[in-house]
Structures are given as C-alpha cells and as structure tokens.
C-alpha cells in the first residue's frame, strides 16, 4: 500500500470502480449502494458524492440530487458536475434564481477547464433553456399587467371624454379630437413598452460567423475577427490552423476573449430573453 494511503481509501476507491460498472451497465440502485459505501468510508471526497447525484438524476429523484450536489460544492467549490446538476436540480422546483446562478457557475468552470468539451455545450443548453422559460414567464405578466394597464388608462380617459362633453356643449367635436389623439398617443405607448419581448432578428455583430449563432463565449483572432470559443478550436483541430475566413495562420494560444463584444451580447440577452431560445 502507498504511503499515505489508508485502507480505506482503497475500499472507497474500490467502491467507486464497482459503482461505475453499476452505473454503466444501468444498475442504478447497485451503483447508489456501491458510492454510498465509499462516501462512508471517506465523506470528503466530492468525486463520490457527484457519482451519487447522477444515479439520482438517471432516476428523477431531484430531492436527492440537490442534497449531494449542494455536499459535493461545499467539498470542492469548482465541481462543475456538482453545479450543473445543483443547477437542475433547483430548476426542476422552479427556482429559476438560483437555479440559473448555478449553471452560470458551472458553465464559468467548464470554459475555465475545457472549454469545448460536450459538458460546456450541454451546460449552455440547459442554461439558455433556463433563462428562456424565465423570459417566457416574466413576459406573459409583463404582457398581462400592459394590457390592464391600458384598458385601466382607456377608461380613465373616455371617462374624462364624457366629462368634458357634458362641460363643453358647444366644443363637443373639439373634445372628442383630442380625446381620440389621447387614445391613440396611449396605444402607441404600450405598443413600445412591449416591444422588447418581440422575438427578432439578433443583430449580426452578436453573431458567431461560422455558426450565424448569438455569442456564447466569443474570441477575437489577430486579424481583429470574432469567433465563437469552442467553434473556432473545433476547427484548428480538425480542418487545421488557419483563421477560416482570412485563411492565415491561427493558433489557439492567440485567441483572445472579446470582452466588449461578451458584454455587449449579456447586455442584449438581459433586455431581450426571447433570443436564448434554442432552435
């Protein structure tokens, strides 16, 4: 045995492998049973705990998940795994909130560690997914308070209307027109208020050039062009290390991040949710 390695991290460390077989092979049950002896063999391990939460997922039992992830980021404050399930697990109660601060969190650690491996992809999605159901509902009542708004507005003034008719007999028409000029000045002030939850067009600049998609991670080359993090290493390491749209030489370690441009696309994400929509 190694020096400073007790038997029982062995036994856990045993436990893990065996939980892993279980895991593959879709034993669920087995695998839970197998990390829960290794974490009581050796509680502070976070790798365990993590284990554990994705049997739990795998079986839809979010309660459980919440509580190892929330042990798992206690141990080891930069598990992705354990923020990215945290972050499920809270959206599955609809705790949007914290539910999104998780997956932020977590999405902030894989780009750190591996920033295009499928876990950062898929950690978007479900990010993107997250802050779009949160649009949708904060829209349906923004949309909702409007329209009461509005019709209260309308009333207020067809109310004023009669009043300055049965005032002013004898400039009735003159009343009406600018009662009507009201109403209309009114409606073009709601429509404007609600315009920024009207799906469009997300300008070019916020755009990958490769993927046509809003920005997640973006990087700037030498040459001054922008390009999605994880896009643009996908291509060095599979087509080969050229800048694709100037055709010079590109190598990863001269990506740059592009702050402004990643400032600019969380600025336009805030006001208009509807663009983390995911085709």
């Given at each position: ?87 499920l697990a809270l959206l599955q109660r609809q705790n949007f909130t914290d539910g999104i601060k ?52 309308e009333i207020a003034l067809k109310e004023k ?119």
């Amino acid at each position: 045995m190694a020096k400073g390695v007790s038997s029982a991290d062995v036994q856990a460390e045993q436990l893990k492998i065996d939980g892993n077989m279980y895991f593959k092979k879709n034993r669920f049950a087995a695998a839970i049973d197998a990390y829960t002896e290794a974490i009581t063999l050796c509680p502070n391990v976070p790798i365990y705990w993590t284990n554990r939460a994705l049997c739990h997922r795998k079986r839809n039992d979010w309660t459980r998940v919440e509580e190892d992830c929330l042990k798992a980021v206690q141990l080891d404050h930069k598990s992705v795994k354990g923020h990215y399930m945290l972050g499920l697990a809270l959206l599955q109660r609809q705790n949007f909130t914290d539910g999104i601060k998780a997956l932020e969190k977590a999405l902030d650690l894989g780009r750190g560690a591996h920033p295009n491996s499928y876990m950062v992809e898929e950690i978007w999605q479900e990010l993107a997914r997250a802050k779009y159901q949160e649009w949708e509902r904060d829209s349906t009542k923004r949309l909702s308070d409007l329209l009461k708004l509005e019709e209260s507005c309308e009333i207020a003034l067809k109310e004023k209307h009669l009043h300055d008719v049965t005032q002013n007999e004898g400039g009735a028409d003159e009343v009406s027109d600018s009662a009507s000029e009201q109403l209309a000045a009114l409606k073009l002030v709601f429509k404007k208020a609600a315009e920024t939850d009207i799906p469009r067009e997300v300008p070019d600049h916020l755009c990958c050039k490769i993927t046509l998609d809003i920005f997640r991670d973006p990087v700037i080359t030498p040459s001054g062009l922008t390009y999605e993090r994880s896009v643009i290493l996908d291509h060095l390491e599979k087509v080969g290390a050229f800048d694709p749209v100037t055709r010079e030489s590109l190598y990863p370690w001269q990506l740059v991040p592009n702050l402004a441009i990643k400032e600019a696309v969380e600025a336009y994400l805030e006001k208009h949710g509807w663009a983390y929509k995911m085709e």
